[in-house]
């Protein structure tokens, strides 16, 4: 099994092809990228194992773990920095495996669907206790600007849609998506910093 990741769906993103700040509309794509990799790569071995455990042909398993690496990247836009990294990934994975499984009736899952979700849940239940990341964001909560804090709790306080919170901070959409977007990734990286025991060193 092949070790790191070798084919990183990240790399193969055709806009970013050297260590130089890449934009693409407006987006700093390797700000996104080490954000990205910060959480990662922690991650990997585990979701590796996790993958591993439900996929009996080694070839199937790294076709997955590629697939599921893609999406994560794809969608880190979107993930909840109050949530576990590592819990979004093996739901992903779960997803991914699942989706495999009914479209390839051959394809080398080693158990049924129903195990496959309980195993996720069982994996789940082994990480850090809830209350340790509700005490790590709320002391990373601390270091967001006072715009930083307003903004996320018109969106998970309030839960105001993008639309209505543009207008009552007087942005543009796209700015309060990618201004979510960005605190999100990096509460997340302080969340994983401080239950690790290690500095936070990310301000949000």
């Not at 693409?24 to 700000?31: D, Y």
């Not at 954000?35 to 585990?46: A, G, H, K, N, T």
């Not at 990480?127 to 998970?156: D, F, I, Q, T």
């Amino acid at each position: 099994m092949k070790i790191g990741i070798p084919q990183s769906p990240i790399r193969k993103i055709p806009c970013q092809l050297s260590g130089f700040r890449v934009k693409k509309g407006g987006r700093n794509l390797m700000a996104d990228t080490n954000i990205f990799l910060e959480v990662f790569r922690p991650q990997e071995s585990e979701l590796r194992a996790y993958i591993g455990a439900m996929v009996r042909d080694a070839h199937a398993r790294e076709d997955v773990f590629q697939e599921v690496s893609r999406t994560l990247w794809e969608k880190f836009g979107t993930f909840d920095a109050t949530r576990s990294f590592g819990a979004w990934a093996r739901g992903v994975a779960t997803l991914k495996l699942l989706e495999a499984g009914r479209k390839n009736a051959r394809f080398p899952l080693t158990f049924p669907p129903e195990t496959i979700e309980a195993l996720q849940a069982a994996f789940d239940a082994t990480e850090s206790p809830p209350g340790g990341r509700e005490e790590a964001l709320a002391e990373c909560l601390k270091s967001v600007p006072e715009k930083g804090r307003r903004l996320l709790a018109l969106r998970y306080e309030e839960d105001r849609r993008g639309p209505e919170i543009a207008r009552t901070l007087g942005l543009s959409l796209e700015a309060v998506h990618k201004s979510l977007s960005r605190l999100r990734q990096q509460l997340e990286v302080c969340i994983r910093r401080r239950l690790e025991g290690g500095p936070s060193r990310e301000n949000p």
